[in-house]
């Protein structure tokens, strides 16, 4: 099997490559093909990604490229992990909304749409290409945020594509770690949109066991998450980390103010990990990789296209996958984030449990301002990235979303055709 990594020349490519080892037995891939326009990146991530695989005896062979269609060509699944822009970018999504009083942040608010504006237009015209060389049924794997509205570019699009976000994993393996469980014998109940996500069960044997969690573990699980131990005691819930920018908004753009751009911190952590994996006598994954982000990125890609390409029984994933009927409060083009049977054939959501509207409210609105940021990101138009902002609730104020507009557009004028036109 051949699988092929789009932004493969990043600094997380490792983190996939050592997933790949770990699963030799049940994910038969004899190929990687690690794509990416920059030769620098390729040439060190691509030999210490053979390295990884040698040291632990795995047989994949790992090619690089920057050709785009040689490297999709006969791929059965095809990741995306794309950064428009690069850390630049991200520095500005972090940072021109805070002049505002708003979240700078590179996946929500007026920094999430700037970030979709930019990558939307390249992902569909990656996607285009490959299915040119590649047909129709190769399945794409998106991990490029905002993870939730490119999803819904590609769907819409008609491209065969499943959203993947590590939210879900990250917070399994927190909460198996404090309960002395294997993973795998703990299951969530995970409801809500990319980056706006609520575990309402923690499932143990049959068994809910998040009454007695947040009753014995509030205050540890809650320093995970950086929110408040009173906001899960009130709500009975697990929020996602991304939460806090919803329920300690004023907290964290005062704290962003003070402290350096996760953008910078990322860029020297880049340059610490690839000197690392310059080194030929690095064999094993850093533990440095820990500090880029992306926890468990790795398992639940690998175990995605397993069950995507494996032709087995359908297994149970939390995935971006298109609504229909499962949030009934929602249209059934959005894309919602729930735990799905995935197989061959794709991925089917699960049954949701009715959903209140502290939860609903929320999740509502924002998929109203998603579907408004895809119309920007495909149409371009500076009035309709204002309208995407007014929409925003952590914007949602005319006079804010004017200044927004106008400051994003200037921002990201060099990765905008239209702003220039």
């Not at 490792?14 to 190929?31: C, H």
């Not at 945020?145 to 570019?153: D, H, S």
């Amino acid at each position: 099997m051949k699988l092929t990594v789009v932004g493969g020349g990043s600094t997380y490519t490792p983190e996939l490559i050592d997933g790949i080892a770990g699963r030799r037995t049940s994910l038969k891939v004899d190929e990687i093909v690690l794509v990416d326009p920059d030769h620098d990146r390729l040439s060190v991530v691509g030999p210490f990604s053979q390295r990884l695989l040698d040291h632990a005896g795995h047989p994949a062979r790992v090619r690089t490229t920057s050709n785009l269609e040689e490297g999709a060509e006969g791929a059965s699944a095809v990741l995306f992990q794309l950064r428009v822009g690069g850390q630049a970018a991200r520095r500005s999504d972090e940072t021109f909304p805070l002049d505002c009083g708003c979240l700078g942040q590179e996946t929500t608010g007026a920094g999430g749409l700037a970030k979709a504006l930019r990558t939307v237009p390249v992902v569909l015209d990656i996607a285009e290409r490959v299915r040119a060389v590649t047909g129709p049924d190769t399945w794409i794997v998106n991990f490029t945020n905002p993870v939730g509205i490119v999803t819904r570019a590609l769907l819409e699009a008609g491209h065969r594509a499943v959203g993947l976000c590590n939210v879900a994993i990250t917070l399994q393996r927190l909460v198996s770690g404090i309960l002395g469980r294997d993973p795998q014998e703990v299951k969530l109940d995970h409801v809500g949109l990319n980056h706006l996500t609520w575990t309402r069960q923690v499932l143990v044997d049959g068994r809910d066991v998040l009454p007695q969690l947040i009753a014995d573990h509030a205050d540890e699980i809650a320093a995970d998450l950086e929110l408040p131990a009173d906001v899960l005691r009130r709500l009975g819930v697990l929020p996602s980390y991304y939460l806090k920018y919803f329920y300690s908004h004023d907290e964290i753009v005062a704290k962003q103010r003070d402290e350096r751009p996760r953008a910078d911190v990322v860029t020297d952590v880049e340059h610490e990990l690839m000197k690392i994996y310059s080194d030929e006598n690095v064999v094993t994954k850093p533990k440095e990789l820990a500090e880029r982000g992306g926890a468990y990125y790795s398992e639940a890609a690998i175990q995605l296209v397993h069950a995507l390409t494996g032709g087995g029984d359908a297994e149970e994933h939390v995935v971006n996958v298109r609504n229909g009927s499962t949030l009934p409060f929602l249209p059934s083009d959005a894309v919602i984030e729930v735990p799905s049977t995935v197989d061959t054939n794709g991925a089917v959501p699960l049954p949701v449990a009715e959903v209140p509207p502290e939860f609903s409210g929320l999740i509502a609105h924002v998929t109203a301002y998603e579907q408004l940021a895809l119309k920007a990101a495909v149409h371009g138009g500076r009035d309709r990235v204002a309208d995407a902002l007014l929409a925003h609730p952590l914007v949602g104020q005319f006079t804010l979303a004017e200044k927004l507009a106008d400051d994003l557009v200037a921002e990201n004028r060099d990765h905008l055709p239209w702003a220039t036109s």
